[in-house]
């Protein structure tokens, strides 16, 4: 079992890492950090560290569960897991993705925690479209349509004008 000297080491370790990389955190009960991390693909990642007895839990929403698709898109996920540090795609009941972790408390300090927060980051960024394009290519179409059509913004769809395509589905509209 960790000592309380571990675990407090851990919380402040979390707690410097945080404030010298300028994040909003939250602390909604003991021993618990909401960390915000601003993205580029997915606009705003949400991180949730959790200190508890033995080990530290990173627990991060991915998305929801896909509408389509359902096979290529949780192999695709599953295929990201083997080149992820400390972490790993998961779903739970529903279905929903998450990106989860736990590591050890001894081995948490602020270079550790930024670390980790910079690995959610780019795993959460850099997969968000392409997990999209598998998932929600329907939706995201019927969106796309929706909104051309009311000449509404068309900026958070732009990377997936591709979709929009005549080809894409074998007619004349995305």
């Known amino acids: ?11 402040r370790a979390i707690v410097e890492a945080v404030a010298e990389a300028g994040l909003e955190v939250e602390r909604p009960r003991e021993s618990s950090f909401l960390v915000t991390l601003p993205g580029t693909a997915k606009l705003k990642t949400l ?7 033995h080990s530290l839990t990173l627990t991060s929403f991915f998305c929801r569960q896909p509408d389509e698709n359902h096979a290529v898109f949780y192999r695709w996920l599953m295929g990201r897991n083997s080149d992820m ?26 270079e550790e925690v930024d670390r980790l927060l910079g690995c959610v980051l780019t795993y959460s960024d850099e997969n968000f479209n392409a997990a999209l394009e598998r998932g929600f290519a329907s939706a995201i179409r019927k969106e796309w349509i929706w909104r051309a059509e009311r000449g509404h913004d068309m900026r958070n769809l732009k990377a997936f004008a591709h979709l929009a395509e005549p080809h894409h589905h074998g007619g004349d509209r995305p």
């Open 1 to 11: 079992m960790a000592t309380d000297a571990v675990r407090d080491a851990a919380e």
């Open 85 to 110: 540090f400390g972490m790993a795609f998961a779903a739970d009941e529903v279905g929903d993705v998450y990106i989860r972790g736990r590591l050890p408390l001894s081995g948490i300090t602020p």
């Open 47 to 53: 991180v949730w560290l959790e200190v508890g007895p």
